[in-house]
């Protein structure tokens, strides 16, 4: 949803603005208008002063002083105190770095770290460090520290300068911080009298209470092609330089969770997520990658070749690097080195951090239907039978705000949805779920029981003079729980429970919008930075990290109300680090246009290598009027987002799949059936996901990690390790040039025909479907049989197709369980390796053997197998079933 609509609140808020249906850049500061940003762009290489002291072992960590070799005056109590370093390292070659006031020192307060993100059972995996070792590297005027991460990499803290670098174990830099002498670290201080540290943007102020607090850094990556990551933008899957000589400067990539509706496209522009995780990859090492666990407003520069030149700083012609420099509001240095040295291995190394993606229910990977809003019960029922009568399949139907009385969540409006346990039953009976908004804000009425309970626990977050913050958001004046506090989100999770959430059952889930938080009247039309959380942390500290409590809370209820057994669906827009444990999420209010469909690839493949696999975008666009061919190449694109929803804005056009001509229809339902006929391959996926972080839709580097002409595509994708599809997006194609890498066929998902790999086809496009192909060397399960929903496929025979390769062999697997509960954990379910080796296909059990009492029982069998690439058709073939024993 967007807020432009509300031109009456603005104008009750005297703000006197316009209602415009485009993004107003004037709305949101740039780094200019960014003190902290702006400070540290001015800094030139080599300013830092800091030099490392007393560096030893303590605890099983690396500690030490960073102390500046600039005298200052001992009475000046602006002079730079002393920092306080500890290295520490973990299993699988990670490196942890944390910077920090020394609190001897007795700061004002204590610096925000953020919490529940780190996940518990990672401290664990830390390595005691038994010895230091020190030695002078040659050129250098003082020794450097060195410990032993993993199989041959090295960390070395440099004393003098401050440097702190990953060595591999050929002697090679792999990553590294303050390389250009870039560091800065402002000090929280007592104001004086005289101290202006107020900030003002668009008639808010900032009153700033301690002062100017931000960290910027410089991080480099060697040996690297190309830097990825750092979602949320709208902007291409390699991260565009800039900075540097012949770089039109630009303004820094943007880390600041914001309700930025219907946003532009090839923009640096920070929307509705921020995940301050940067991936490096190039033909000659491999992958690393670098994390900063903080939540604070981030801004971050992607530094051209030789960027610092006229600094007399210059990079040796024979060494390729990409430079960035970080920029943070507030918060400590908490960073993460990963050193791979494959792509699948850094992403495994950051989500033992940050946690797996949660294994989400199988109907929630299904095709969702959504629209703001669907206006009562009974067009509910007519949607739903629609789909019916049209023969496609759908799982989920979702209701936006309007469903509420008067935007009070938790509530329905009796007028249009007098029966709501009815209408979910009534859906639930054909094997499909609903979904209702609960969005952060509540609606400031005494006659409301959840604002009146809020107010009486002093749940709610506090503004600067410490009263209850008043926002303005959906239902008018506003309150916003604050979820930093463990309480208030447990609190949170009851509500959830059917006793406490009238009208709800057990087949209804939950979505999480407007969480960034969204305020629009705030500044930025987000909450000010100087409001008060728990603990007295500041908003300008935790600001990413509001939507990602919020989802965790919600999760949690859905968790709570299934007494444990089943599995939470919560869909979220706001995104940080670990938002992949509890759910969902999607890339915001996109726009009915070409532009938005294309921007929709990079920016899901961005997720999914910072963890979070479970995304999607708008199929359709959110804002404006598809023509039916955006709409129709939209569907065949959407098909295989790991999370698939046609959603609309209520002043579009109606869109369901069957407005738009019998063709058309037509069209659309073939490409809702490819996604049902997948469901076991996704689902398989997302359980690969769950278990080693790899996403479910992968650029196509990360399975082809040393075809340089794969680095910088982001027009075609990876659907788990066996297909590639090639979006079109363009109106009225007739071909497309795709690239096909690796040594090994390809197979057209239709049509079967072979194509060579390693190079680039010109193709002839249809309207019937995408390119989309099958890698030789794999077997992909299927099933073929359509049907309402996929719970009504549950016991539907499976299709195995075979593609094979030049040695006439292929490998594949198929994950089951009840698509439901947590029973999987304790063993109940199955997971076979399919093998073709000469002329035969076997099966293996790759689960641990499962005890008597959690097998899971399954009733389906390989009803069929396709054989793509055989030399002669095979004359029998043995059928059985895939059950554990077999």
Not at 234 to 263: I, M
Not at 400 to 417: A, C, M, N
Not at 601 to 607: G, N
Request: hydrophobic content about 35%; aromatic content about 12%; charged content about 25%.
């Amino acid at each position: 949803m967007t807020n432009r609509n509300l031109c009456f609140l603005l104008i009750l808020l005297g703000l006197h603005l316009t209602c415009v249906f485009s993004w107003k850049k004037d709305e949101f500061r740039n780094c200019n208008q960014t003190p902290f940003c702006k400070r540290a762009r001015a800094r030139k290489p080599g300013s830092c002063s800091l030099v490392a002291h007393g560096v030893s072992i303590s605890d099983g960590e690396l500690t030490a002083k960073l102390i500046s070799k600039i005298q200052e005056n001992q009475e000046d109590e602006s002079q730079i105190k002393p920092l306080i370093l500890t290295l520490s390292v973990y299993q699988d070659g990670i490196m942890r770095l944390k910077i920090d006031e020394d609190p001897s020192l007795d700061p004002p307060k204590k610096r925000f770290e953020v919490p529940d993100v780190i996940v518990p059972e990672f401290p664990s995996k830390k390595i005691w460090l038994p010895r230091l070792s020190t030695e002078t590297i040659g050129g250098d005027a003082g020794p450097s520290s060195f410990v032993y991460l993993s199989d041959g990499y090295v960390a070395v803290i440099r004393h003098d300068p401050f440097e702190v670098y990953v060595r591999d174990k050929a002697g090679k830099r792999v990553v590294s911080l303050n390389s250009h002498g870039l560091f800065d670290f402002e000090q929280l201080r007592q104001k004086k009298e005289g101290d202006d540290w107020e900030e003002r943007f668009k008639g808010h102020t900032d009153t700033r209470p301690y002062g100017p607090q931000s960290i910027s850094f410089d991080v480099t990556f060697y040996e690297a092609d190309f830097v990825y990551g750092i979602p949320e933008h709208a902007t291409s899957l390699a991260l565009k330089p800039t900075r540097g000589p012949g770089v039109e400067e630009s303004e820094p990539y943007r880390l600041f969770n914001l309700d930025v509706f219907e946003y532009i496209h090839d923009s640096p522009f920070g929307i509705y997520g921020s995940i301050p995780f940067m991936i490096s990859h190039g033909n000659s090492r491999g992958t690393s990658g670098f994390f900063w666990l903080n939540a604070a407003e981030m801004q971050i520069d992607v530094l051209d070749y030789g960027w610092d030149a006229e600094s007399g700083i210059s990079l040796p012609s024979s060494q390729s690097r990409i430079d960035t420099f970080w920029m943070s509001e507030a918060g400590i240095v908490d960073a993460f080195f990963f050193v791979g040295p494959e792509p699948k291995d850094v992403i495994r190394q950051y989500t033992s951090v940050t946690g797996t993606p949660a294994m989400p229910q199988l109907f929630s990977i299904a095709y969702h239907q959504c629209r703001w809003n669907y206006r009562d019960e009974e067009d509910v029922e007519n949607v739903d039978s629609k789909f019916d009568e049209h023969d496609i399949p759908y799982d989920v139907l979702w209701l936006d705000i309007e469903h509420t009385d008067g935007k009070k969540y938790f509530t329905w409006d009796r007028v249009l949805f007098p029966h709501p346990e009815e209408m979910q039953r009534k859906i639930a009976a054909k094997g499909r779920r609903m979904v209702t908004i609960v969005d952060p804000h509540i609606k400031r009425d005494e006659s409301f029981p959840l604002h009146r309970e809020a107010t009486q626990k002093g749940y709610y977050v506090k503004d600067a003079t410490g009263n209850d913050y008043d926002g303005w958001c959906w239902p008018g004046s506003s309150s916003y729980l604050d979820m930093l506090n463990p309480e208030i989100r447990s609190w949170w999770a009851e509500k959830f429970s059917l006793q406490n959430y009238v009208g709800s059952t057990p087949s209804l889930y939950i979505w999480n919008d407007m969480n960034e938080p969204s305020v629009f009247n705030g500044p930025e039309v987000t909450m000010p930075r100087d409001s008060l959380h728990y603990g007295g942390v500041e908003h300008r500290e935790l600001h990413n990290t509001y939507g990602y409590y919020f989802h965790m809370a919600t999760a949690d209820g859905l968790v709570k109300r299934g007494n444990g057994k089943d599995r939470p669906f919560v869909l979220s827009r706001a995104v940080f680090a670990g938002t992949q444990r509890y759910g969902a999420v999607w890339t915001g209010d996109n726009s009915a246009d070409w532009d938005h469909l294309r921007a929709s690839i990079p920016m899901v493949l961005t997720l999914g290598l910072t963890g979070i696999s479970f995304s999607g975008a708008d199929v359709g666009g959110f804002f404006g009027n598809t023509e039916p061919d955006l709409l129709v190449r939209w569907y065949q694109v959407g098909a295989y987002y790991p999370f698939f929803r046609g959603h609309a804005h209520h002043d579009t056009k109606r869109r369901e799949p069957w407005l738009f001509g019998e063709r058309n229809t037509e069209l659309i339902r073939d490409a809702i059936h490819v996604r049902y006929s997948l469901l076991p391959y996704f689902y398989t996926l997302f359980r690969e996901a769950n278990t080693s972080g790899v996403p479910v839709m992968r650029p196509l580097w990360m399975e082809f990690p040393f075809e340089e002409a794969t680095f910088s595509n982001d027009e075609a994708f990876m659907v788990g390790n066996s297909l590639l599809v090639q979006g079109i997006y363009t109106e009225q194609a007739k071909h497309a040039s795709i690239y096909l890498p690796g040594k090994e066929s390809w197979y057209d998902l239709i049509t079967g025909a072979a194509y060579k790999g390693g190079m680039t086809h010109k193709m002839e496009v249809s309207e019937e479907s995408i390119p989309a192909f099958q890698r030789a060397g794999t077997i992909v399960p299927r099933k073929d049989r359509f049907r309402r929903s996929s719970t009504q496929m549950a016991n539907d025979p499976y299709t195995l197709v075979i593609a094979l390769n030049s040695s006439q062999a292929a490998e594949g697997e198929i994950y089951i369980d009840d698509g439901k509960s947590y029973e999987f954990q304790k063993g109940a379910y199955i997971h076979r390796q399919f093998v073709f080796s000469n002329g035969k296909l076997t099966s293996s059990n790759l689960a641990s053997v499962p005890s008597s009492d959690t097998q899971y029982p399954l009733d389906a069998v390989v009803e069929r197998i396709i054989l793509l690439g055989h030399a002669s058709d095979p004359k029998s073939a043995l059928i059985e079933s895939i059950k554990p024993e077999c």
